[in-house]
């Protein structure tokens, strides 16, 4: 498989590119991303056969339709990271709540959220081609929450790789701190700024643009690579849990293979969504895709009105932090692969300039053929949360924005699959809140209180975080950040 830029090539880069390379120098010309020249036709066929594979099976049967430039020790490596998960015959638990409404799980990996689906094998894989080319990276990366953790725990000790991680001190949750700040390994340095995460994040892209760092870093023999939701090394590892759900749905006999469901995805830099979209193109029978939001409901009027307007917005925090963005990069994706690299490269360009742009009336329609769209705000999460509890499903504020999104996007009676992003662990503050009523309670008091509602256990990977010795301390300024990450290479 080969691939090409969203916006058009400049003639400095190649006009196609290889797997290995797309994933270890995801820049693009003109700022663009790259995707797939074209995605394999999965057929009946591939249905049929892996009706009852498991999910190492099915996702390196996927992997195989891809035909990547990796070879396949690498790959079997990869996917074995999945039997660190919670079942290891099912990574992916998918769970009945009502007559039409499948949750997929993707939070039983090390985290506890579903950054780790892709983040594992991506992480092996990277490391791996670093080793083959006898070559050193740095990743860098900026997180308000779940992305920092799967980062840092894919990463660790993995040779040819080292991670400087940037976090908001006081700006994420006591437990998302502590899994960054008690990572212990030699490849890793954990930062806290004084700031938020908006300040982290624009500390990174001055560092990554900054042409004095680059000169350091090739001193340093170091290249620079990124492990954020646009390379496309993670999207990859994502097609496979939808495919996963949609014939999990069959073995449950909820559905007939072929019949067709919809998949409704929490979104906020779309990586999921996207996905789901590519395995539809793939085949897989989905009507539509649903794509619930938060109050930062940007994604919703795209979907609605054809408008992406970042000008008469200001983010808002919400109980589902990782869906607060105005910047939803892999949208790039479903413009380059409905419109085209011209119109992209206008669409995205107008954005840059005048924080706004506009689909016209026969754009808009191809949207709307394949997404739907609802928000949902912490008030109404809430009370999804509870009742969705009164059937015995226990749910994080994310999972919860799907739950309204079904009750409201559907035109068919078709079974939908909701997919759970985070473990009830991760935002324990906020459930307990909706379960109890206590207000402003720790993670530590807020975990106890709902293990104790539920009648459930805190798993050990989440307890032990506050207990484990804090080996990451470091919190600075903001123009320290260049000195602090030399220092660490
Ligand atoms: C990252 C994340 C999301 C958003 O996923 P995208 O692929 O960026 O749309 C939703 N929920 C949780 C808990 C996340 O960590």
Request: charged share 25%.
């Given at each position: 498989m080969k691939f090409i830029e969203t916006r058009g090539n400049d003639g400095e880069l190649p006009s196609t590119q290889v797997f290995s390379e797309a994933i270890l120098s995801p820049m693009c010309s003109f700022g663009g991303i790259y995707v797939p020249e074209s995605l394999p036709d999965l057929g009946t066929d591939f249905f049929i056969a892996n009706r009852d594979s498991n999910y190492k099976t099915l996702a390196s049967n996927v992997l195989a339709a891809f035909e990547v430039d990796i070879d396949a020790d690498t790959i079997a490596d990869a996917i074995e990271l999945y039997d660190h998960f919670d079942d290891p015959t099912n990574p992916v638990p998918v769970v009945k709540v009502t007559d039409d409404l499948y949750v997929s799980e993707l939070y039983h990996g090390p985290t506890r959220a579903f950054k780790d689906m892709a983040l594992q094998p991506f992480g092996m894989i990277l490391s791996k081609l670093a080793q083959q080319r006898d070559e050193h990276y740095l990743i860098l990366a900026a997180?308000?929450?779940?992305?920092?953790?799967?980062?840092?725990?894919?990463?660790?000790?993995?040779p040819n790789i080292k991670v400087a991680c940037l976090y908001p001190d006081g700006g994420t949750s006591d437990v998302q701190r502590l899994q960054m700040v008690t990572?212990?390994?030699?490849?890793?340095?954990?930062?806290?700024?004084?700031?938020?995460?908006?300040?982290?994040?624009?500390?990174?892209?001055?560092?990554?643009?900054?042409?004095?760092?680059?000169?350091?870093?090739?001193?340093?023999?170091t290249h620079l690579s990124a492990a954020n939701s646009v390379n496309f090394g993670r999207i990859i590892f994502q097609q496979i849990y939808h495919i996963h759900s949609y014939l999990e749905l069959v073995r449950q006999g909820a559905i007939e293979l072929g019949e067709k469901v919809y998949l409704n995805v929490p979104s906020g830099n779309f990586g999921n969504a996207l996905a789901g979209y590519y395995a539809r193109k793939m085949g897989l029978p989905v009507e539509k895709i649903i794509i619930a939001s938060n109050r930062n409901n940007i994604l919703t009027s795209l979907i609605n009105d054809g408008v992406y307007d970042m000008g008469d917005r200001e983010l808002i925090s919400t109980t589902s932090p990782a869906m607060?963005?105005?910047?939803?990069?892999?949208i790039e994706r479903i413009l380059y692969d409905l419109y085209g690299a011209e119109r992209t490269r206008e669409l995205m360009g107008q954005l840059d300039n005048d924080q706004r742009y506009q689909l016209n009336a026969d754009e808009l329609a191809k949207l709307q053929a394949v997404f739907v769209a609802d928000f949902c705000d912490d008030e109404e999460g809430k009370r999804y949360i509870q009742a969705a509890f009164k059937k015995g499903y226990l749910m994080d504020p994310h999972t919860a924005t799907c739950f309204k999104a079904h009750d409201t996007c559907r035109d068919k009676p078709l079974k939908s699959i909701a997919y759970s992003t985070a473990e009830w662990t991760k935002f324990s503050p906020t459930i307990a809140n909706a379960l109890t009523g206590e207000h402003d309670t720790h993670d530590l008091d807020a975990l106890k209180s709902i293990a104790k509602t539920a009648n459930t256990a805190i798993p050990g990977l989440i307890s032990s975080l506050f207990t484990k010795p804090v080996t990451q301390d470091v919190v600075i300024d903001k123009q320290d950040i260049e000195r602090e990450v030399l220092s660490f290479l």
């Open positions: 997180t308000s929450g779940d992305t920092g953790p799967a980062t840092l725990e894919t990463f660790k000790n993995r990572e212990d390994a030699p490849n890793i340095k954990v930062i806290g700024i004084h700031g938020n995460f908006d300040d982290a994040q624009n500390a990174l892209k001055t560092l990554l643009g900054s042409a004095g760092f680059r000169q350091k870093l090739t001193e340093k023999d607060d963005i105005l910047k939803s990069s892999n």
